[in-house]
DNA sequence: CATTTAGATACC
DNA sequence: GGTATCTAA
C-alpha cells in the first residue's frame, strides 16, 4: 500500500514554508475550528488526533498550522488531493498492477517486478543500495538506533533468505525507486507498507506512521503496535470494535486461539473464514487493475438544527452538487474517455424535535444525461420523486405547506455506471449520438445534439435554465 | 446546534 | 434500481 498525505500534498506543493512544522488539515473552520481530516506526524507528536476539531488541536499543540480545504460552491472542494493521487497512481502504475483504494491511496501488486528484478540480479551480488531504500523499517529488526542503515543493507543483501523474503527485499528496493520517481515528478514524498499480501501491506502503512515518530523514542515496539487487530484492514470499525468487545481479542495473537467455526459461528462463513486466515497471515485478496474510481460522488451534510426548510434552499446546494459532479465528469471524459450511465440523488431528512429521528429518503436513479444543466434539472426531479414517496410514508401532511420541523440534513448526488468509450470510436460527439438513438425520449429528440455538446463546451459557457418553483408540488417552509 | 466527504459492497 | 451498511482519510 502506497500513499500520500493531504497534508503534505500542501505543504510541499503548495505552502512550503510548512515543511517540517505540527500541519493539520481542516475542512471549515467557522464552528470550533473545523474538522481535521489529516494530521502530519510532527502534529501527532504534540497528540493531536484525527477526531478533534480545530479549536481542540490548538489547545493541545498551540502552534499547529491549520490549513483549510479549499472550498468550492460552498462546500469542501477535494479536488486537488484527488488530482495529486491521480499524478502519483500514473507514476505507480509503470511498475505493476495497481489499485486506487483511496482518495490518496494505492496498492501496487510488484510480484512480477520483483521476480524480474531478482531472475537478473541475485540480491548478494548487489553492489550498490539506493540511501532511499536504506531508510526503510524492516518490522522483523530490532530499531535501538544502532547503525539502522547498515542493519537494512544486512537485511537486504542477506544469503540465507527464503525466496518470498527476497522479493520482499526487492520489493523495497522498487519502492525506494518509485518513491524518488514520484518525489522527481509530482515534489510529493509518500509513503508505503510492503508486504506479501494486501492485507499485511495496509497495516504495515498504518505502523508506518507510528514508527516515524514513536519507535525512536522506545515507547512499544513495531511488532506490538502492528499485533494490534484495530489496526488492520476493514478492522478499524465495527467488526474490529466486536472482537475486542465480543471476544476479548485485542491482537492479532489472540484471535488464533479461536477455531474457524468459533468464528464463523460468530461473524458468518465469509468473514469467519477471512478472520481466521488474515490471523495466520494468510490472505488470498487480489490487487484489482482499477486506477480509475467506478463513481463519482458529491455530499453535502448540514447539521441538523441548519437543516434546509425550503424548496429553494433544497435546490440551491443541488445546483452546487451537480455543479461539482459534472466538473468531476467533465474530467472524467477528457482525461480517461470515460462516459458515466447512472445519476443517482441520495437525501437524508431530520426532525428537528426529535434527535433521532434521521431519516434517509428513497434513493433516485435515472440515466445520465451530460451537462450541468440537465444534471441539475434531472437532480430536482429525482429530488422531488423522493420527496413525495417520503412524505407519504411518513404520513407527513402538508398543512398549509409547513412540514413539522422536517428538513434535509443530508443530500447527495452519484454519477455510476462509469464505462470507458470503445477505442475506435471517431469522435465523442458521434457516440454520444449514437449512445442516445438506443436509450432516448423521442420527446427529447429536437435538442439532443445540442444539449448533449454542453459538457464538451469550455466552462462558463453554459447557462441555467430556468427552474420552474411553481410547477413544484411541495414547498418547504419555516 | 455539529464530523464531513468519499467511495465500495452486499443483498434484495 | 434501490437500501443499508461499512470503512477510512
Known amino acids: 500500500l502506497i500513499g500520500i498525505c493531504f497534508v503534505y500534498v500542501v505543504e510541499q506543493r503548495e505552502q512550503p514554508h510548512l515543511r517540517g512544522q505540527p500541519t493539520t ?25 484525527r477526531s478533534m476539531r480545530g479549536d481542540e ?51 501496487l501488486d510488484l510480484t512480477d517486478a520483483a521476480e524480474a528484478m531478482l531472475a537478473e540480479t541475485p540480491l548478494e551480488s548487489l553492489e550498490k543500495i539506493d540511501e532511499e531504500a ?15 542503515k547498515g542493519n537494512v543493507k544486512e537485511w537486504l543483501h542477506r544469503s540465507d533468505a527464503d525466496h518470498h523474503d527476497k522479493l520482499l527485499a526487492c520489493g523495497a528496493l522498487i519502492v525506494a525507486e518509485l518513491r524518488m520517481q514520484v518525489l522527481k515528478e509530482t515534489e510529493f514524498t509518500c509513503s508505503a507498507g510492503i508486504t506479501h499480501n494486501k492485507v499485511g501491506s495496509s497495516v504495515q502503512f498504518r505502523c508506518l506512521s507510528f514508527i516515524l515518530h514513536h519507535l525512536m523514542e522506545g515507547k512499544l515496539s513495531s511488532f506490538a503496535y502492528a499485533g494490534q487487530t484495530s489496526k488492520w484492514k476493514q478492522l478499524g470499525g465495527k467488526l474490529g470494535s466486536s472482537l ?26 465469509n468473514t469467519g473464514t477471512w478472520l ?6 494468510i490472505s488470498g485478496e487480489e490487487v484489482e487493475g482499477r486506477l480509475l474510481p467506478n463513481s463519482h460522488g458529491s455530499r453535502k451534510t448540514v447539521p441538523g438544527p441548519r437543516a434546509l426548510k425550503k ?3 433544497v435546490e440551491h446546494w443541488l445546483n452546487e452538487l451537480c455543479e461539482e459532479l459534472s466538473e468531476y465528469l467533465h474530467s472524467d471524459l477528457e482525461q480517461n474517455k470515460r462516459i458515466a450511465h447512472t445519476l443517482t440523488l441520495h437525501a437524508r431528512a431530520f426532525k428537528s424535535s426529535d434527535s433521532e429521528s434521521q431519516k434517509n429518503f428513497p434513493s433516485k436513479s435515472c440515466p445520465l444525461r451530460y451537462g450541468s444543466t440537465k444534471i441539475k434539472e434531472d437532480a430536482l ?18 398543512q398549509g405547506s409547513h412540514y413539522n420541523g422536517w428538513g434535509i440534513t443530508s443530500l447527495s448526488v452519484t454519477a455510476s455506471k462509469i464505462v470507458a468509450i470503445p477505442s475506435g470510436t471517431c469522435s465523442i460527439m458521434k457516440y454520444f449520438h449514437g449512445q ?5 425520449s423521442s420527446k427529447q429528440a429536437n435538442d439532443r445534439f445540442v444539449a448533449e455538446a454542453a459538457p464538451l463546451s469550455p466552462s462558463g459557457t453554459e447557462r441555467y435554465s430556468e427552474l420552474h418553483t411553481t410547477e413544484l408540488p411541495i414547498e418547504f417552509r419555516d
Open 311 to 313: 424548496i429553494a434552499s
Open 57 to 107: 488541536a490548538k489547545q493541545v499543540c498551540p502552534q499547529i498550522q491549520l490549513v483549510q480545504v479549499l472550498v468550492a460552491r460552498g462546500k469542501a472542494d477535494l479536488s486537488i488531493y484527488r488530482n495529486a493521487g491521480s499524478e502519483v497512481v500514473s507514476i505507480l502504475a509503470r511498475k505493476g498492477r495497481c489499485e486506487r483504494a483511496s482518495i490518496d491511496e494505492v496498492y
Open 381 to 398: 426531479n429525482l429530488f422531488q420523486a423522493g420527496l413525495c414517496e417520503f412524505l407519504g410514508s411518513h404520513r407527513i401532511k402538508a
Open 276 to 281: 481466521w486466515n488474515i490471523a495466520r497471515g
Open 436 to 440: 442516445d438513438q438506443s436509450n432516448c
Open 134 to 148: 536504506l531508510k526503510s523499517h524492516i518490522l522483523s529488526l530490532n530499531e535501538d538506533g544502532s547503525d539502522h
Open 244 to 269: 475486542q468487545i465480543d471476544l476479548g481479542v485485542n491482537t492479532v495473537g489472540e484471535l488464533l486461539q479461536f477455531s474457524e467455526e468459533k468464528l464463523q459461528e460468530r461473524y458468518g462463513v
Open 25 to 49: 488539515v481542516v475542512q471549515y473552520n467557522s464552528w470550533k475550528g473545523g474538522g481535521l481530516i489529516v494530521v502530519s506526524y510532527e502534529a501527532c507528536k504534540y497528540g493531536v488526533k
